[in-house]
């Protein structure tokens, strides 16, 4: 009986170690990891038209434009009265229309953790600077109007925004889940220990 409860008991230690290495594996972070803006909920033209709107990746020339936006003093000149400590740049995105919409065309963008009370602005490159847009927060969302379309900045002040609301980093699911499966794996253990007394 001995034999037959270390025998169980290692059979169900190797099983734990070959699932928590399957959930690590599911772990891999998808290629676009970082972006944070990736759908809008509605996008009109200034007749009232539906357009659609792609987002997606920054150009080579984006990507440029973007590393502008990492100087707090450079967000400052760009916002003026309307920053306040605690704003920075979640996303930097590739926004442009498809057909040929009747501008100023307003968006709805879908931003996690932002609330209606939330400070945001909305930039956009312009003629090889970036620029204000006239923009309002929503529960999730911002809105903006845009006269034209390219790289468009999401600044969010993190000081009034809902954190609770951001999707869990790709690393904690794992670790419950091995969590769970250790703690199955002692209960096991524990069961096989009591038939082993209960034998003697």
């Given at each position: ?64 434009a973007a590393k502008l936006l ?131």
């Open positions: 009986m001995q034999k037959l409860g270390k025998k169980f008991l290692g059979m169900v230690l190797a099983g734990t170690l070959s699932i928590a290495m399957g959930i690590t594996a599911f772990a891999t972070p998808s290629p676009e990891k970082n972006a944070v803006v990736t759908e809008y909920t509605k996008a009109v033209d200034k007749d009232g038209k539906n357009v659609e709107i792609v987002i997606e990746e920054l150009t080579k020339e984006g990507k440029t990492q100087s707090k003093e450079t967000l400052k000149d760009i916002i003026g009265d309307n920053y306040v400590d605690g704003m920075e740049v979640v996303d930097v995105r590739e926004v442009r229309a498809v057909g040929n919409p009747s501008f100023p065309v307003t968006i709805t963008f879908k931003v996690p953790g932002v609330l209606a009370s939330t400070n945001v602005a909305i930039l956009h490159y312009e003629n090889g600077a970036w620029t204000e847009e006239p923009s309002k927060a929503g529960k999730g969302t911002i809105t903006a109007t845009f006269d034209s379309l390219s790289p468009v900045a999401f600044v969010v002040d993190r000081n009034t925004s809902a954190s609770s609301t951001e999707s869990p980093k790709t690393s904690e699911t794992p670790r419950v889940a091995v969590a769970g499966v250790a703690a199955i794996a002692a209960l096991a253990g524990a069961v096989v220990f009591r038939k082993r007394t209960a034998f003697k």
